[in-house]
């Protein structure tokens, strides 16, 4: 069975447009999606617009948790670390509709699937936290504790907008699907993860897709927020993880 993982689109309908067509090169069979569906991006309610009408397996990333459960005292604690993310959640509270807001609440924090007699676990950050890191080159004891009590074969993150893998001890598959709509990396284009399990075994592909940033960017700029012209830039040129 082959299916598609993709997750932190934030927004970015240009680059998940990139991405949908890509997928026509496979059988694919399901998307999953491991949230950051709108926050800080070009088209936030938009996007949640869209994502709402596929039939996808999704699960709530944590800038959907702070868009659905949004409040003062989440702005000032976004605020304290990241000024520009948190003028972008606030405008993105404002901007996406109370039924979007809604469906980013109902949606399950994690979730375990089962493809082909092989136990999957959904996760955005890692199992114990929807913000919790998973980068590459990380020490293995880090990851070997993350990971411990784990009961799945595979386990499909994101978040962090680096793709990534690691093979624990105890046998499981970590993979780090990356980011549709803001990669963290040396290249700019959209991520997501292609995969194929046959006969109990996974072959993984990340699949790389260029897409029309300078669109991207220039609808992003033009966004009632500011420091919305520095998040542009940061498609093309992604330099930090926040501005």
């Not at 949004?70 to 972008?88: D, G, L, R, S």
């Not at 699907?177 to 292609?194: K, L």
Request: aromatic share 8%.
């Amino acid at each position: 069975m082959k299916f598609a993982v993709l997750s932190d689109i934030h927004g970015n309908m240009f680059a998940l447009r990139a991405v949908l067509e890509d997928m026509k090169k496979y059988n694919i069979q399901r998307v999953l999606c491991l949230g950051d569906l709108a926050m800080a991006g070009p088209e936030p309610n938009k996007t949640i617009d869209f994502v709402r009408t596929q039939d996808w397996t999704v699960i709530q990333g944590n800038t959907d948790e702070m868009i659905a459960y949004y409040t003062q005292n989440v702005y000032e604690t976004v605020k304290a670390t990241a000024p520009i993310m948190a003028n972008a959640l606030e405008c993105d509270v404002n901007e996406i509709s109370d039924e979007n807001k809604k469906y980013l609440k109902m949606l399950p924090k994690n979730k375990c699937i089962e493809v082909e007699g092989l136990k999957i676990l959904l996760v955005h950050g890692s199992p114990r936290k929807n913000n919790e890191n998973i980068y590459p080159n990380m020490d293995s004891d880090v990851i070997e504790d993350i990971f411990t009590d784990v009961d799945a074969d595979i386990v499909f993150c994101g978040h962090t907008h680096i793709p990534c893998g690691y093979q624990t001890k105890s046998k499981v598959t970590v993979i780090n699907d990356g980011s549709v709509g803001r990669p963290f990396t040396d290249n700019p284009q959209a991520c997501y993860v292609v995969a194929d399990i046959d006969n109990g075994k996974i072959e993984v592909e990340h699949r790389f897709v260029d897409y029309d940033k300078s669109s991207a960017m220039n609808l992003l700029s033009l966004r009632n927020f500011e420091g919305a012209d520095n998040l542009a830039k940061m498609l093309i040129n992604p330099q930090s993880r926040h501005m």
